[in-house]
């Protein structure tokens, strides 16, 4: 009895960690596979940079994408991670010296996973950079 006790503990113990991790890991894939596709849009969308309302509408898209999967959510839309937000995601166009982009730089910041026994909190990971290869309108702009 005092042996099964012992080994009982610590083969729980283990497996509760092990649950903990592939828990974790499998929420970080979802959330890296949503950056990545949400990457890809925006490097390949045209960037109208008119004002700072298309920039806006812009990074708002691209936001809608990584968590819904689509632009333009229906209403009522469920994220492709549960508990993913737009408020979570980070959307960053990085411009070379005449403004036209040249890469575009999506992460997920304050992303909290509730495992088991433990709360992880991803701050800027996962992280997806991928050079900008839209067409560039800098006088156009979407009503």
Same mark, same amino acid.
């Given at each position: 009895?005092?042996?099964?006790?012992?080994?009982?503990?610590?083969?729980?113990?283990?497996?509760?960690?092990?649950?903990?991790? $592939?828990?974790?890991?499998? %929420?970080? /894939?979802?959330?890296?596979?949503? *950056?990545?596709? @949400?990457?890809?849009?925006? +490097?390949?969308?045209?960037?109208?940079?008119?004002?700072? $309302?298309?920039?806006?509408? %812009?990074? /708002?898209?691209?936001?809608?994408? *990584?968590?819904? @999967?689509?632009?333009?959510? +229906?209403?009522?839309?469920?994220?492709?991670?549960?508990?993913?937000?737009?408020?979570?995601?980070?959307?960053?166009?990085?411009?070379?010296?005449?403004?036209?982009?040249?890469?575009?730089?999506?992460?997920?910041?304050?992303?909290?996973?509730?495992?088991?026994?433990?709360?992880?909190?991803?701050?800027?990971?996962?992280?997806?950079?991928?050079?900008?290869?839209?067409?560039?309108?800098?006088?156009?702009?979407?009503?």
């Amino acid at each position: 009895m005092v042996e099964f006790a012992l080994g009982a503990s610590l083969l729980i113990s283990m497996l509760i960690g092990t649950f903990q991790f $592939g828990y974790t890991f499998y %929420i970080y /894939d979802g959330l890296q596979a949503a *950056v990545r596709s @949400g990457a890809r849009y925006a +490097a390949k969308r045209a960037y109208k940079s008119s004002s700072a $309302g298309c920039i806006t509408k %812009i990074q /708002d898209s691209v936001k809608n994408m *990584v968590v819904y @999967g689509d632009p333009t959510p +229906a209403g009522g839309s469920q994220p492709i991670v549960r508990g993913l937000t737009t408020g979570n995601v980070n959307v960053t166009y990085n411009p070379d010296a005449k403004g036209v982009p040249t890469t575009v730089q999506i992460s997920v910041s304050g992303f909290v996973v509730d495992a088991l026994f433990h709360t992880f909190t991803f701050n800027n990971k996962p992280e997806a950079s991928i050079p900008f290869v839209g067409r560039y309108a800098p006088n156009e702009c979407d009503p």
